[in-house]
């Protein structure tokens, strides 16, 4: 029905950079928001960031300042610019959208793959 695609995780110095892309593709009416999580080894799966149909953002307070959200609506696509790593940003990185399938008025959450950031001298 809805695919969330990641791309961009990998390995990465600590005090590194990296983006992490999500495109959404199926059968899409509308999208309102969309985000990304991240579960650590042993650990329960956080928010990183989420942004709204309009641009409104919110992040978890261990990135705030560090990581930028950001979305193409036209493309259906969020991005995450992570800056200044950390080790303990080590994490699968799942992406999340509220999603308006042409099969229904409701929303539903789809969720990526997850995508593996590793954060490692």
């Known amino acids: 029905q809805v695919q969330l695609v990641e791309s961009g995780g990998g390995l990465v110095q600590p005090g590194g950079s990296l983006g992490l892309s999500c495109a959404a593709s199926?059968?899409?009416?509308?999208?309102?928001?969309m985000g990304w999580y991240r579960q650590a080894p042993g650990k329960q799966r956080e928010l990183v960031a989420r942004i709204t149909g309009g641009g409104r953002t919110n992040y978890g307070d261990s990135v705030k300042g560090r990581f930028t959200i950001s979305r193409d609506n036209a493309e259906n696509t969020v991005y995450l610019q992570m800056n200044s790593l950390k080790p303990e940003d080590t994490a699968v990185y799942y992406c999340?959208?509220?999603?308006?399938?042409?099969?229904?008025?409701?929303?539903?959450?789809?969720w990526g793959q997850g995508t593996l950031v590793t954060v490692s001298s």
């Open positions: 999340n959208a509220a999603v308006q399938t042409i099969h229904s008025p409701y929303y539903l959450e789809f």
């Open positions: 199926g059968s899409i009416f509308s999208i309102n928001a």
